[in-house]
């Protein structure tokens, strides 16, 4: 493989990483860990900071098909971030009363 080539897969590697970490902490997949869907804002936040930067850091370095894949995936989690964070904070596992109403 060439190291370009190389390259190309590597940095296809690095951002689906930060998408995943990011769409765990927005909780619309499971955390490996805890078997368990947990939401996490702020996370969301750093991994699409992280991602915007690696956008502004290679601008005028990718080919066409690595800028539309960031551009695409920065798309989906800024989208799913407003979405998520439209919504009322999730209620912790074990707080909730009788009939699954929060504790008043």
């Known amino acids: 493989m060439e190291p370009s080539e190389r390259h190309s897969v590597l940095f296809a590697r690095l951002v689906l990483m930060l998408h995943a970490a990011a769409m ?19 996370g969301a936040q750093g991994m699409i900071d992280t991602l915007a930067m690696i956008e502004s850091k290679t601008k005028g370095n990718l080919s066409a098909e690595e800028g539309r894949m ?31 109403a929060p504790p008043s």
Do not use: F, M, W
């Open 24 to 42: 765990q902490h927005l909780g619309k997949v499971k955390n490996p860990l805890t078997d368990r869907v947990e939401r996490d804002l702020p």
């Open 70 to 100: 960031l551009t695409q995936i920065l798309q989906e989690l800024r989208l799913n971030y407003v979405d998520e964070a439209a919504k009322p904070d999730p209620v912790p596992a074990g707080d909730a009363g009788p009939g699954g």
